[in-house]
Each structure stands twice: as C-alpha cells, then as structure tokens.
C-alpha cells in the first residue's frame, strides 16, 4: 500500500469540504474528524515504527514529516538545528499563516532508542544501525515519538481544514535528538524565533503508560524535573594488586563515594524538595590483579529547583574532595568533576494548562481529561519556553491498554515502561485522543 497516497487521500477528503461546513463545524466533532483520519493515520504510525532512527541521525523520518506537511499546505524548512559541534540537524519547521492573531508552537518529537524491540508486534522494528562508538545496535521507538509524529501530522490535517475557525499562525516543530536532550537547544542556536517569529504559546504531549489510552493528563506546574549529568573521575595511584599499601586503591575510594553519594539527597536536601541522584555506570581496571590509576562513574540528577540542583552538585564535589582527603590522594589526584548533558524542569504555566484543560474537555469530555503526577523524568521542550517568558504547556496522551493498567493498579505489577523492549502503545485510541486533544487545544488558542 502507498502510504504517502492513502494519506493525502484522506487529507483532500477532509480539506475538500465547502467552506460552510467547516465554518459551521466547531471543537464538538473533533472527536469524529479525528475518527474518520484513523485509518491513513494508522498507516502514518506503523511506517514510523517500523523505520525508527537514532537522535542526530534523523534525515528519512524528518524528511517523511516535511513532505506530509507540504501536502497539507504548510511553509515547511528542512534541516533547523545546529549542534554544539557544528553539525547540522535534522529539525523540521513547518508554518501555516491564517491572518492576524497568536502564533502557537505545536512540537513533536522525532529520534528514536537503541532498543531492540521485542514486542512481537506484526509492525515492529528491525532496524539496525552502527552507534557512534562504531557498534550494530538495534532501533526502536520505545518511548512513543513515532506516535507523537503521528498525531502532529492528524493536528496539521485538522488545523489545514478549518482555516474558517481560527486566525493567526500555526507553526510546527519537528524536533530532533529529545533523547539526548540536544535537539531543542540545537534548533534554538539556529535562531529558530529569530527566522520564523517568536511563538505566544508553546503547546506538546508525551505519551504515558501510566494514563489509559483514550484519556490524557492535563497538569499546571512541576511535570517532569529538570535533570544534569554529572562525570566524577575518582583518581589514585595504580600498581600492582598484591602490594596495595604501595599506590592509592581509587576502586575502594569510588565504592564509598557511591555509598555517601547516597546519602546527599537523604540527608541533605530539604525532604519536600524533590531530587533523584542515580549512578548509572561505573568502569574502572583492565585486570584482576592491578590496582587502576582511575575509575569513572556517570550520575544523573534530577530536580524541579535551580537552587537545589545546584547544592546537590556542590554537595558531590564536596562528597568526592572530601572522600579523596580522608584517602591521603595526593593534591595533584583529587576527583574531577564535570557536568555534561541538562535539561529543565517542564513547568506548565497554570492559568495555560487550566485553559486548555477546558477545551479538551468541550473536545472529549470530562472522563478522558485527567489530572496527573509530577514525575521525575526530563524533557528538553521547556527550552522553546525562553525559562517560562513564553507560556507553555506539555501533556500525558494515554498509551496504556485501560484494563491491564487497572490490572496493574491492583497487582502491582508494572507494565512495560517507557523505553521498555516491550513497549507497546495501544496506538489506534491514543492517536484518535491525541489529534483531538492537540486539535482543541490549537484551536482555543487561534480562536
């Protein structure tokens, strides 16, 4: 089957309707419209996961997307981004103008995991590619971009046939590398207002396990925590592993520093101040019996607050000093740290998200509007924000089948999670909510 053609069929179907129609059609049939897009966007959903692409590594997936876009009427620019190093990236921006009035940013997401999938699904991914470090690794879109992607293209299509109901400019962003958390600040360092117009709202979803499918979680403040990767070089003096008293051991100084390290957000931090502080790897030695010179370890934080993002990194600089001195490490040895990849914390502006909670409620109804969580994971979408200058809001769309989750609930037992070889969204009811939702909530801001 074409897929290309099947969409653009059902993009003519819709855009062809008399001017009539569609001025007298308003938020109620969202709903419908978004029904009657399923099958060509069903179609969208299946070639995106089954043709998945890493983060700086985007160009056939952001290419699909562009061309979508054009099809539907939009101004679309290819390759928005440009990366620390220099390189470019594989952002998309698309603009339709409709007269005078807001102009609000719609953002997707579009890189993919290096998961190998194991979902069984008759559409999974077995896409392998080489890593930057030169390896084959598996792709997969495990945390739900290709769905994402897919309801951005429903929300163009709904916003491309009723130009009768709003006034001002929509503008769309295709945004690579969210997982490494470098593509909205990659796009930002291209001058991205600067070339197609600063926005007045910035509006996205996530997709969730935790919210069932047909539903999706509307939540002012705190969403996700803004997060900081921390290296931590714990150095020493290497030699051999029968004579210890000989150098100093830096793998027994780093196992402490993990055990204290432990200890910053327990009794450091103020208890009703969220943090997380996780070392996720650890290497160190090439042979059992020699005592390395070095051994490095990889945190990552997360926080809602600047200023205790901020004490925590100090306290693991203290932590190590302290750690290091206690070990007799000579001066010139101490530990090294250094911050690599940030991120925000994705903080809905509350009289926005209360807004659009209303217009997605007129669009689906109260039961299918819900009021989530704070978590602590991290996004990069917050950028496009300006640190809160530019109202903005990020919502949950449901993946989750409603009756495993309630399983779940009872059980305890957790369904498969975002970036999960297993994950799986129940994608034909997610992707209805989320063009209707997305639709909506475009809509009450052009109104």
């Given at each position: 089957?074409?897929?290309?053609?099947?969409?653009v069929?059902?993009?003519?179907?819709?855009?062809?309707?008399?001017?009539?129609?569609q001025?007298?059609?308003?938020?109620?049939?969202?709903?419908?419209?978004a029904?009657?897009?399923?099958?060509?966007?069903?179609?969208t959903?299946?070639h995106l996961?089954r043709?998945?692409?890493?983060?700086?590594?985007?160009?056939k997936?952001?290419?699909?997307?562009?061309a979508?876009?054009?099809?539907?009427?939009?101004?679309?620019?290819?390759?928005?981004?440009?990366?620390?190093?220099?390189?470019q990236?594989?952002?998309?921006?698309?603009v339709?103008?409709?007269?005078?009035?807001?102009?609000?940013?719609?953002?997707?997401?579009?890189?993919?995991?290096?998961?190998e999938?194991?979902?069984?699904?008759?559409?999974?991914?077995?896409?392998?590619?080489?890593?930057?470090d030169?390896?084959?690794?598996?792709?997969m879109?495990?945390?739900?971009?290709?769905?994402?992607?897919?309801?951005?293209?429903?929300?163009?299509?709904?916003?491309?046939?009723?130009?009768?109901?709003?006034h001002g400019?929509?503008?769309?962003?295709?945004q690579?590398?969210?997982?490494?958390?470098?593509?909205?600040?990659?796009?930002?360092?291209?001058?991205?207002?600067?070339?197609?117009?600063?926005?007045?709202?910035?509006?996205a979803?996530h997709?969730?396990?935790?919210?069932?499918?047909?539903?999706?979680?509307?939540?002012?403040?705190p969403?996700?925590?803004?997060s900081?990767?921390?290296?931590?070089t714990?150095?020493?003096?290497?030699?051999?592993?029968?004579?210890?008293?000989?150098?100093?051991?830096?793998?027994v100084?780093?196992?402490?520093?993990?055990?204290v390290?432990?200890?910053?957000?327990?009794?450091?931090?103020?208890?009703?101040?969220?943090?997380v502080?996780?070392?996720?790897?650890?290497?160190?030695?090439?042979?059992?019996?020699?005592?390395?010179?070095?051994?490095?370890?990889?945190?990552?934080?997360?926080?809602?607050?600047?200023?205790?993002r901020?004490?925590?990194?100090?306290?693991?600089?203290?932590?190590?000093?302290?750690?290091?001195?206690?070990?007799?490490?000579?001066?010139?040895?101490?530990?090294?740290?250094?911050?690599?990849?940030?991120?925000?914390?994705?903080l809905?502006?509350?009289?926005?998200?209360?807004?659009?909670?209303?217009?997605?409620?007129?669009?689906?109804?109260?039961?299918?509007?819900?009021?989530?969580?704070?978590?602590?994971?991290?996004?990069?979408?917050?950028?496009?924000?300006?640190?809160?200058?530019?109202?903005?809001?990020?919502?949950?769309?449901?993946?989750a089948?409603?009756?495993?989750?309630?399983?779940?609930?009872?059980?305890g037992?957790?369904?498969?999670?975002?970036?999960?070889?297993?994950?799986?969204?129940?994608?034909?009811?997610?992707?209805t909510?989320?063009?209707?939702?997305?639709?909506?909530?475009?809509?009450?801001?052009?109104?």
């Amino acid at each position: 089957m074409n897929l290309s053609r099947v969409f653009v069929v059902a993009v003519l179907g819709a855009v062809a309707l008399p001017l009539s129609s569609q001025s007298a059609a308003g938020q109620t049939d969202l709903a419908a419209s978004a029904e009657r897009q399923l099958p060509a966007l069903t179609e969208t959903y299946k070639h995106l996961h089954r043709n998945p692409e890493l983060s700086k590594h985007e160009e056939k997936t952001s290419a699909f997307v562009a061309a979508e876009l054009r099809k539907l009427g939009y101004t679309v620019t290819e390759h928005v981004g440009k990366y620390e190093d220099g390189t470019q990236a594989f952002g998309v921006v698309a603009v339709l103008e409709n007269g005078p009035g807001p102009r609000v940013l719609i953002r997707s997401d579009m890189d993919a995991l290096p998961v190998e999938e194991k979902t069984g699904l008759d559409y999974a991914s077995t896409v392998k590619t080489i890593n930057a470090d030169g390896r084959e690794t598996s792709v997969m879109h495990a945390c739900g971009h290709d769905l994402h992607m897919t309801v951005l293209l429903g929300t163009a299509h709904e916003l491309a046939a009723r130009k009768s109901q709003w006034h001002g400019t929509a503008m769309l962003i295709g945004q690579p590398s969210e997982e490494i958390i470098q593509g909205s600040a990659a796009m930002m360092a291209d001058h991205l207002y600067d070339r197609f117009g600063r926005p007045d709202f910035v509006i996205a979803e996530h997709d969730s396990n935790e919210v069932p499918a047909g539903s999706i979680g509307v939540k002012g403040g705190p969403l996700l925590a803004g997060s900081n990767t921390l290296n931590v070089t714990i150095r020493g003096i290497g030699g051999h592993g029968s004579m210890p008293q000989a150098g100093k051991d830096p793998i027994v100084l780093a196992a402490e520093f993990v055990l204290v390290a432990q200890t910053i957000i327990s009794r450091q931090i103020d208890p009703q101040q969220p943090a997380v502080l996780s070392i996720g790897t650890i290497h160190g030695g090439t042979k059992n019996n020699i005592i390395p010179d070095e051994v490095t370890l990889g945190l990552t934080l997360r926080t809602y607050s600047a200023a205790v993002r901020d004490q925590v990194i100090a306290d693991v600089r203290r932590t190590a000093q302290g750690l290091a001195e206690a070990y007799g490490i000579p001066a010139d040895r101490m530990p090294v740290i250094t911050l690599g990849e940030s991120a925000p914390a994705t903080l809905n502006d509350p009289a926005l998200a209360e807004r659009l909670r209303k217009a997605a409620v007129a669009a689906m109804g109260q039961n299918c509007v819900l009021t989530p969580a704070a978590v602590m994971g991290s996004e990069d979408v917050s950028l496009f924000s300006l640190d809160g200058k530019i109202p903005m809001m990020m919502y949950w769309l449901g993946a989750a089948d409603p009756a495993k989750l309630a399983e779940s609930r009872k059980s305890g037992v957790a369904l498969p999670t975002l970036h999960s070889a297993l994950f799986a969204p129940v994608y034909a009811p997610a992707i209805t909510a989320g063009v209707t939702s997305m639709s909506a909530m475009a809509l009450e801001l052009l109104k």
